[in-house]
């Protein structure tokens, strides 16, 4: 077998025949996925040739360790480079590092941009060194549900592969079990952009070494949700040699905020994902240049903060009575307040929720008395008032409109401000009876 068939099974993604183990092919999506090859059906991986992403699936690759993996001739180096295939997905299977080693250089020769490891397990240690100086088309590199050695004392390793790694953009380890990158291996990536580091046991100790200084000196965008984070002082220490950081989820960590605490978030700091973090109120500091920010599914019964720049901000599963004030957000465009405990919109707040273009208020428990009532559809009347309206806003009281849509609530003149029409009416009285004396 040559090695640009190796190549082209995902390293070699063989299995005994038994089981299903043939390539189907989506020509629509231009999509293809292969399970269990075996050396006598390995004609169908013929048909994933005009494919963009093509996925393996299962394999027994340990017993390939051995196969001798020779230089390609020129015209395995043609084939390869005729090839569409901008993604390849590997899962479901043992991957011997010493045979991943080996074959990755030659990645080189293709236009794969992505390269994907799903359910894995990384067994042993390779000899990199063939990667000295090597560079990859590869920008985007993931790991999900992976098992492998302890990265720590293997930065010999990335410093062959620094070549490459040091132009990757965006790298995913999630739900992997690590608890820290050591600071070595974070300088070695210099253009990366996007770090996905979810589902996995950072603490807040963990934070410092990692994001260490001349560590990830372009990073953008960070993903740290579902991790043993606690304090939210320590992330924002840990942190704050990130210089170029302008994205930062932190949701569904159980944050704790010292109010006497300081810490300096990232100047560049702009979308911020503080939801579903157990917060009882709203910690400082806040990164003072932010743009959006998410608090959705905390616990908070009050917002009382002001943000210049803030354009979008998300309180929707929370405990709030009221309104935050729009006078502390003058370039506010979005406001969610789903599911919260409010009962009514004040008019003088309505005028100005009026202004925004997104603004979402549903499944409250609305009053609706005048007031209430006539607050609501005055917002609904802009255009602005988000998904939801009319269906999940209801009365929950006074009594006799409970269950009833806000919108079906009569609000006229005659009902609403009596005032408005008595007065006139006892002028008009008054005019008569002196017309006629």
Excluded at 222 to 231: A, D, K, P, V, W
Excluded at 248 to 255: C, F, I, R, V
């Amino acid at each position: 077998m040559s090695v640009a068939v190796l190549l082209l099974l995902g390293l070699g993604l063989l299995e005994a025949e038994g089981r299903r183990n043939r390539c189907y092919f989506n020509r629509t999506q231009e999509y293809c996925v292969c399970y269990n090859l075996s050396e006598e059906t390995i004609g169908s991986i013929i048909q994933c040739l005009p494919a963009t992403v093509v996925e393996f699936r299962g394999g027994e690759l340990e017993k390939y360790i051995a196969f001798p993996i020779r230089d390609l001739d020129p015209s395995a180096i043609d084939t390869l480079g005729s090839l569409v295939i901008r993604k390849i997905i590997i899962g479901d299977v043992l991957v011997p590092e010493i045979l991943l080693a080996r074959v990755l250089r030659f990645f080189s020769y293709t236009h794969v941009q992505e390269l994907a490891f799903e359910s894995c397990i990384f067994q042993g240690t390779g000899d990199w060194s063939d990667m000295d100086g090597q560079n990859l088309p590869i920008l985007s590199l993931s790991f999900h549900n992976v098992t492998s050695t302890p990265l720590t004392g293997q930065e010999q390793a990335f410093s062959s592969l620094s070549r490459w790694l040091e132009t990757l953009e965006e790298l995913a380890v999630t739900d992997s079990h690590v608890t820290s990158l050591p600071c070595a291996i974070g300088t070695v990536f210099r253009a990366l952009h996007s770090l996905d580091l979810a589902q996995n046991s950072l603490g807040d100790e963990s934070l410092a070494p990692t994001f260490c200084q001349r560590a990830f000196p372009q990073l953008h965008v960070l993903s740290l949700q579902h991790n043993n984070l606690r304090s939210y002082h320590s992330v924002c220490k840990g942190v704050e040699l990130l210089p170029e950081l302008w994205h930062l989820d932190l949701s569904h960590n159980k944050l704790v905020a010292d109010p006497f605490s300081s810490c300096q978030w990232p100047a560049s700091l702009q979308h911020f994902n503080l939801s579903n973090t157990g917060l009882d109120d709203v910690p400082t500091p806040l990164p003072p240049k932010l743009e959006v920010l998410d608090l959705s599914h905390n616990h908070l019964r009050a917002v009382d903060f002001s943000l210049s720049s803030l354009k979008k901000l998300f309180l929707s599963q929370n405990m709030l009575q009221t309104v935050p004030s729009i006078r502390n957000y003058p370039m506010l465009d979005t406001l969610h307040l789903d599911n919260n405990s409010i009962t009514e919109l004040p008019w003088d707040e309505v005028k100005l929720l009026g202004r925004l273009q997104d603004v979402a208020v549903a499944d409250n428990p609305f009053n609706c008395s005048c007031s209430g009532a006539r607050g609501l559809q005055a917002l609904a009347a802009t255009g602005h008032l988000g998904q939801g309206w009319p269906g999940d806003y209801r009365c929950h009281s006074p009594a006799g409109y409970q269950g009833w849509p806000v919108s079906a609530v009569p609000v006229s003149v005659l009902r609403c401000d009596r005032a408005a029409v008595v007065a006139p009416l006892c002028v008009a009285l008054a005019l008569l009876g002196l017309a006629g004396a």
